[in-house]
């Protein structure tokens, strides 16, 4: 059993926890040993040190987490057991040696495209570095950036005015002086060299049935590469594109016409031009996916478990399809996938479709008699 003690301190977003936990940093002798989320965008910071400096800190911290955000809850528990400690799942990020003395900003957004397109502007507006990004449920994600004072702050406001054009900013946080200790809380960025393109278009939607539907839309529609489908949180997951700007621009048209026809869009853009670091960070291709026989395809996403149970079970029965797979995206959406001939897979989400409608909630369901060879090898749930 420990003679110090711990300190917990959870928040809704990462915007709110990056600033209590810098507060916490500096007003006290305590150190961040790591963090933890749950979903739905609640994040927890644990740090340790002597019982006083803990109690001290987390005072400060609940200070600053609701004068920044939503503070969740916060605890103190003095000489915790080892075994307790040693069980905490913590995620990591940057080491403190990665946390060099400048600035940091965050920009934090609802869904994906909002936070590209931020991003973006972010690097263009001031000689600021872009960091890694991540999602932390609840739709939300982030995105920060270094630099001088100066730097972060111009870039962070254009950043936050872009990203609202196309989407929900959810927070924004400057850090003029961060504690060196916040590596665990920042993402690391993905060892990718930069690389330039006309343009990169995006197409959000809620639920995996859609993106597909979507992004199978896009490469036929121009002359595109879906560089990956990016799973996201709350539901959304977006596919990249990139190509030249003519191309995109059609390409994303084209998918976002599909995905209101398939199901729920939740956001378009297409960034021309995109910086290139921009495109190292969120488009790189995504690797050793498998890829698919070039049968027709048949989706059907449900929003509960038993329904998709049910509803695989009557697709089976109902014609000579293969089940390929399953993927969840959060919201309590699950997508399943079979594979056959073409009249076979209409059969089997004909029959899916009514017994997923009669237990429980149907999302979408369709069939893709000729998927796109460049979709093939992007799909996650292969």
Sequence with gaps: MSSGAIGMLETRGMASLMASTDAMLKAAEVQLCGRHGIGSGWLTAVIAGQVADVEAAIRVGEVEANRTGELIGAQVVPRPDARATDAMPHATGLGAEQVQPQAIGLLETQGLTPLVAGADAMLKAAQAELGGWAFIGGALCHAPIFGDVAAVQTALEVGRQAAERIGTVYATLVLPQPSAGLGPLLPPAPAVEPRSTGALGLIETIGYATVVGSADAMLKAADVQIERLSIGSGGRIAALATGHLDDVQAAVRAGAEAATALGELDASA???????????????????????????????ETRSTVALVRAVDRMLKAAAVEYEGSYKVGYYLTAAVVRGDVGAVQVAIDAGREEAVEHGELVSAYAIPQPYSGLEGRLPHV
Excluded at 275 to 298: C, H, I, K, S, W
């Design 270 to 300: 297409v960034v021309s031009r995109p910086d290139p670091a921009l495109v190292a960070r969120f488009a790189t291709a995504a690797e050793g996916l498998g890829a698919g026989a070039r049968q027709a395809m048949g989706l059907i």
